[in-house]
């Protein structure tokens, strides 16, 4: 449903940050995208977004071009790796944020996939880093999204932590049977949750590979 | 201009690019950078100047040594205060941190007039003195005087400055020094002052500013210097050229300055530390010579200049106040807010404008934003009256058509100009502000917004505007600050009318009713005390954690 075509980004001709980018990700799966520091997969992530612009190729969202579309109007979701929440205010707020009201059952909905009722009226601050990171899902699923995007979301949290809150993602992932992208610099991340792993090295694909043995 | 199809195309292309917000912000800045540039070109004319060169090096020199040696006053007075209050605690610690920053509630002139007052003949000093059995008055109406005023006013700057750095300055930087037991002398010998550069060259930056472009100080005190210079020369012989030189000389004075701050703070960027982690005080066990020297500092800067004015205010109290007062403060508070107000607001759009772009004109636009409080306000008020009179000489013939018959000066004596020359010079303050504030702001916020499908318009009311808002209202009152504090657009701009309480202190100054003008200078005091008051509550309110 997704298909990016030999996309490339630079911000000058002579330092090209991603290269020939081809990727075809299907209705309700999730890809992880690994690689090392500074090998493009932000860069990636904000392209799909649309908060870059590509230089080269075309991004297609159920067949139709959205290349030129801009962020807002391209109904692709993000969670930042600092998850981003608004500090100014509350839970239900931030989650209500893309719709016309936070009173909208929706809020509730999603506060539940997420299992943050009971937090409603806080403000992020008054929040542990898996709380945010749950709000941040919540908010991210209610704009109601075609397609989710993930920038290393379990790099705040410590290790205990991590393997719980993956699980309780992938959950709501598939709860929600949403197309996603992943991005980790974290293979045990990648291997437990994703149905495929895209290799980044230096601003190209160095491989795709099928997980399957450790899924169930 | 005619709008044919490719200028059509030209402006579509524009408004598709930029936001009408934004290209309404941009052209208000372009059009308060005109006069002044205006203003410089006509410096290249050869014409005859009074303008000796035994007076420019007059000038030059008073300048030089008065920026050197209140430099170093305030910044000393600045600094220490700042750095005892950050680390020390002592009795009545509190208090003295907001007290201390209130001087900057007296403008400079105010301050200038009631000292001489204090120290002259029959003044209160002498008579304090008489009854030890000293007979002996001081008259400080010379440069000695203007150093001594100029530090006392302008040390606030500097004291504010490393008061901020310190609260965001890593702790463990100070601890470190601490567990080497190293005495407070060594402590701030050693660690604070190399820690301080950073804001030291913030704060006297602002301090040699804020010298350079004063007007008051040194015309009450006779002192020559370019402000005055400029005035007078513009003033009492017309020679406007001789006016824009000596501008010209002073602004390369100033950017030399602008260009060494930038230098340094590239220098010491490396200090900077944004974490603010809570440090424990040192207990002061003996803080007697501690609160004399600050309760001393309190004396000298502010209750001194306010006892003198209050005493000369006895006499005319009953005459002036009445009604009028309390209209004139109105309509003073009025103008300056409205002025305020839109200095703020453009600001706002123009940092909303430049935020995350690394562009030529990005930087073009962020300069030519803050290059207003950069030029002294007799230059600004030269150059928007100068601009002005040939704006109005250009629209005589609209100015008979619709009606208006004598007058030929209708924009330049009007209070839109008036307001006009405030913004050019006072931008450049908001602005500073606005922009630092916005760095802060964690720019993912506003690309989540964006992939929340709200568009920019939406975002900048939803996001920015309540993430920013206490930052503006912080920007507002420094730039109110400012404007109350201002004399030199005031003398120059002021609609005849219009009635402001710096008009009525400078009035009644010239024709040396010092009562009456220590009642209207005792308002403008209480209002820069209410406002400093609201910016440090301020500053210690942390609106929103993230
Ligand atoms: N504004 C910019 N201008 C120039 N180069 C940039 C800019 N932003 C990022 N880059 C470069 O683009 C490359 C890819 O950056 P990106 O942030 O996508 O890496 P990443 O894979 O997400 O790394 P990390 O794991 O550290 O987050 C890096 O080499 C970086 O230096
Ligand atoms: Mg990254």
Known sequence: MLSLKNISFYY????????????????????????????????????VAGLEKV???????????????????????????????????????????????????????????????????????????????????????????????????????DADLRYKVRKEVKEILTQANITSIMVTHDIDDAYDIADRIVFLKQGRIDRIEEVKATKL | ????????????????????????????????????????????????????????????????????????????????????????????????????????????????????????????????????????????????????????TLYPYVYIACLSFFKYTSASFVENARVLKANWVKLFSKVGV?????????????????????FGVIDYYGVQGFSTGIYKIWHNYSDFYGAIRLSAILLCIIFAVVYIESFLRRRLRYFTTSKSKSIKLIRVKNARYLLIYFTLTLIITFIIPLIQLVYNGIYAYEKIW????????????????????????????????????????????????????SIPGVLVGLSVMFTFFDVDKLLVPLYRFIGIKQKVLVLSTSVFVFMFAYVVRFMAV????????????????????????????????????????????????????????????????????????????????????YSEASIYSLVIILLGIITVSLIMLFREKKYVKS
């Open chain 2, 322 to 373: 009445n009604i009028k007062l309390l209209q004139v403060t109105l309509n003073t508070v009025y103008y300056t807010s409205i002025a305020s107000f839109i200095c703020v607001g453009i600001s706002f759009v123009i940092a909303n404008y430049v935020k995350g772009k690394k562009g030529i004109f990005a930087k073009t636009i962020s300069k030519l934003a803050t290059m207003g409080y």
């Open chain 1, 55 to 157: 230089s080269v190729g075309q991004i297609l969202l159920d067949q139709k071009d959205i290349t030129d579309v801009v962020c807002e109007k391209r109904n692709i979701g993000m969670i930042f790796q600092d998850y981003a929440l608004f500090p100014h205010l509350t839970v239900e707020k931030n989650v209500g944020f893309a719709l016309k009201s936070y009173k909208d059952p929706i809020v509730d909905a999603m506060l539940k996939l997420v299992k943050m009722e009971s937090f409603k009226k806080r403000y992020p601050y008054e929040l542990s880093g898996g709380e945010k990171q749950r709000v941040a899902i919540a908010r991210s699923l209610a704009a109601q999204p075609k397609v989710l995007l993930l920038d290393e979301p379990f790099s705040n949290l």
């Open chain 2, 430 to 513: 908001s602005f500073n502000n606005i922009n630092a504030g916005y760095k802060k702001i964690n720019p993912n916020l506003f690309r989540a917004s964006a992939t929340l499908k709200q568009s920019t318009s939406q975002t900048f009311w939803r996001v920015d505007f309540p993430l920013m808002l206490p930052t503006l209202l912080m920007s507002f009152l420094l730039v109110f600050l400012e404007i109350l504090k201002e004399l030199p657009i005031t003398l120059m701009l002021k609609p005849y009318k219009l009635e402001t309480l710096t008009g009525f202190v400078h009035t009644y100054t010239h024709n040396e009713q």
């Open chain 1, 12 to 47: 000058n001709k002579n330092q090209m940050i991603l290269q020939d980018i081809n990727l075809e990700v299907k209705q309700g799966e999730l890809i992880a995208i690994l690689g090392s520091s500074g090998s493009g997969k932000s860069t990636l992530l904000n392209l």
């Open chain 2, 1 to 152: 201009m005619r709008l044919d199809g490719n200028s059509t195309q030209v402006l579509f292309l524009l408004m598709k690019k930029y936001s009408i917000i934004h290209i309404i912000g941009i052209v208000a800045l372009i059009l308060t950078c005109i006069p002044i540039i205006y203003l410089l070109l006509q410096a290249f004319r050869p014409t005859e100047t009074v303008l000796s060169n035994q007076l420019l090096i007059a000038y030059i020199r008073n300048t030089i040594i008065m920026i050197l040696v209140v430099g170093f006053s305030a910044g000393f007075l600045g600094l220490t205060l700042a750095w005892i209050i950050s680390f020390y605690d002592f009795p009545f610690r509190r208090f003295f941190k907001v007290v201390l920053a209130l001087p900057l509630a007296i403008p400079p002139y105010i301050a200038a007039v009631s000292y001489s007052d204090f120290m002259y003949v029959n003044g209160l000093f002498p008579r304090l003195l008489g009854t030890f059995g000293i007979t002996k008055h001081f008259d400080i109406m010379n440069i000695h005087g203007a150093i001594f005023i100029y530090s006392i």
């Open chain 2, 194 to 214: 190399p820690l301080a550069r950073l804001p030291l060259v913030a704060g006297l930056t602002l301090v040699i500013m804020e010298l350079v472009s004063d």
